[in-house]
């Protein structure tokens, strides 16, 4: 605890023997993510120098690593209770190539970006060395943009837009100033950068700053919230919802394009919710749980969830009982 009550720790791999430093690491991120190393990569030195502050309900951490691949699969997520929106803010002009469930294809996160990432959902990201800032923020902070914070998930902001290198400034002066302000100010300084990140996505989404971004936001807060809510009837489709809500075919369109279209984002609300269920309700077989979440046959729910995660619906479930205290298995 620092003497502004701040809650500070301090994590660096370099006094450890050079074949302990990267699983020093994966064992200070094991609760959250996966590291993805190769054999030789283990062997070799990993540098790792990270500062994290707690700061009420906010989460930062300035770090620097050498260049790794880290993941948050769905069987972490499905095992775990990390939830919220994280920003990594980079600090550094090097780029890096990151690949969600939306797409299952790797784009470029440019250098002096920020990206971010649902907890509550896949992700892959390979980061090359540099220093980058993370900021954990609850999913109610983001709440008054996106009625649906996962909305967020793998989206960046441009680095070349002046709002993007304010928050990069802004973050980087936090960081190196935590020390010397009083708790309040810090408290208030994270707040007004989550304030300031939060409208840069919305109008980098077309969901804010004008009556027309407005109206958008309003159809795509209606279209998500009517996808949730007949998650598990089986003729549940993009038609559908256009047909059921008079929307726009073009704008929904548009406003699910990032996500890989409404018809990806029915998919993957579908294998979400059925994940959670293969853990939480181990005894019902899985093509019940396929079932009612809309598949309609064990097949093609085995099928999907596969070509999503990488692992079938049997698999994860094994993955899961590896975990399991012995009186519980």
Aim: with cysteine.
């Amino acid at each position: 605890m620092l003497a502004n009550g701040i809650a500070y720790s301090r994590f660096d791999a370099a006094g450890l023997p050079p074949r302990q430093q990267l699983l020093a690491y994966w064992e200070q991120l094991g609760h959250i993510i996966e590291i993805v190393p190769s054999r030789e990569q283990v062997r070799q030195p990993f540098i790792c120098v990270n500062d994290r502050y707690d700061i009420g309900e906010f989460r930062m951490s300035d770090t620097y690593t050498d260049q790794v691949v880290i993941e948050r699969t769905i069987a972490r997520i499905s095992r775990d209770t990390a939830r919220g929106i994280g920003f990594t803010i980079f600090l550094d002009d090097q780029s890096h190539s990151a690949m969600t469930h939306a797409t299952r294809r790797e784009y470029i996160v440019s250098g002096g970006s920020v990206f971010a990432t649902d907890l509550d959902q896949p992700i892959r990201l390979l980061r090359h060395a540099c220093r980058y800032i993370t900021l954990v923020v609850p999913r109610d902070r983001l709440a008054h943009i996106f009625a649906d914070p996962g909305a967020i998930h793998g989206r960046m902001l441009d680095p070349n837009r002046p709002g993007t290198r304010l928050i990069v400034h802004r973050a980087r002066t936090l960081v190196e100033n935590f020390r010397h302000m009083l708790f309040e100010d810090a408290r208030r300084g994270v707040a007004d950068l989550v304030q300031l990140i939060a409208d840069a996505f919305g109008e980098e989404a077309g969901l804010s700053g004008s009556t027309r971004a407005v109206y958008r936001a309003l159809m795509f807060e209606s279209a998500r919230r009517h996808v949730r809510a007949n998650l598990q009837e089986g003729g549940l489709s993009p038609e559908s919802v256009i047909e059921s809500l008079g929307l726009p075919r073009s704008t929904i369109y548009r406003l699910f394009e990032h996500e890989g279209g409404l018809g990806a984002y029915i998919r993957h609300l579908r294998l979400r919710a059925a994940a959670d269920d293969l853990i939480r309700f181990p005894q019902v077989p899985v093509k019940d749980i396929g079932y009612s979440v809309g598949f309609k046959s064990a097949s093609d729910f085995t099928r999907a969830f596969r070509r999503a995660y990488e692992i079938t619906p049997q698999e994860m479930r094994l993955n899961d009982y590896q975990y399991l205290h012995p009186e519980r298995r």
